[in-house]
């Protein structure tokens, strides 16, 4: 499979624990975005990552989060302290582009669930 | 700030009919417009992809058109099958100036009844 792929799935964790999620982009992608979704919602960005550097963080992206991708390949989505508020889908997508924008390419997502 | 909206929230159509889903956004502009096809509890498939110099994309049974000026596009679903039933988002790029990021409307839940 040469799509997006994010790992866990699911993620049940207890209020106040850590969670690290990882998202490995399609090969040859430069960009690496993160977005959240809650339900009955569209999808909410996130942060952007061209190569290994983190270009944009959204204000939704409280201290509480950080993101990497080093070397400019997969990258991780860390969440510290979690919150019930924390539960959501978090989606990982990558596309190909310096200048122009191009189509964006989405993983399966992980399912986060604060209790 | 881009808002997008899309209309309806929900739809429900016998298999076979011919439907059409709306979005629309509030600044015009926008490098691009993308439809994404979400099954439930999954990630987000890319339909179709219009870049803010085309009037429209065709990809089999579906056809999407943008008028960029007017803040509108559409989404044509043509014979509809049971297996098209799945939340349809809009999403634009360009907010802000970056050519990267997408804002996204809360989707259409569609539903094709056998």
């Known amino acids: 499979d040469t799509g997006v792929s994010q790992n866990p799935r699911h993620k049940i964790t207890k209020r106040g624990q850590n969670v690290t999620f990882r998202c490995d982009p399609i090969s040859e992608h430069n960009r690496l975005y993160w977005y959240r979704q809650t339900l009955g919602q569209g999808p909410e960005f996130l942060t952007y990552?061209?190569?290994?550097?983190?270009?944009?963080k959204s204000r939704l992206l409280s201290d509480r989060f950080s993101a990497e991708r080093p070397k400019g390949s997969f990258s991780t989505l860390e969440i510290q302290r979690t919150e019930q508020g924390d539960s959501a889908m978090y989606l990982c997508?990558?596309?190909?582009?310096?200048?122009?924008?191009?189509?964006?390419?989405f993983g399966q997502g992980t399912r986060l669930t604060v209790v | 700030k881009q808002e997008v909206t899309q209309i309806p929230a929900a739809l429900s159509v016998p298999e076979g009919e011919n439907l059409v889903l709306n979005c629309s956004f509030t600044d015009s502009a926008i490098y691009n417009l993308q439809w994404f096809r979400q099954d439930p509890g999954k990630g987000l498939t890319s339909l179709l992809l219009?870049?803010?110099?085309?009037r429209e994309q065709t990809s089999g049974r579906l056809n999407a058109s943008l008028d960029k000026s007017s803040g509108r596009s559409t989404l044509y679903i043509a014979a509809s099958q049971p297996g098209d039933s799945a939340t349809y988002l809009c999403?634009?790029?360009?907010?802000?100036?970056?050519?990267?990021?997408?804002?996204f409307g809360k989707g259409t839940l569609l539903t094709v009844n056998p």
């Open positions: 999403a634009v790029s360009g907010s802000g100036g970056s050519n990267y990021k997408l804002t």
């Open positions: 990552f061209q190569n290994e550097a983190q270009l944009e």
């Open positions: 997508a990558s596309s190909l582009g310096y200048r122009s924008y191009t189509e964006a390419f």
């Open positions: 219009i870049q803010s110099s085309q």
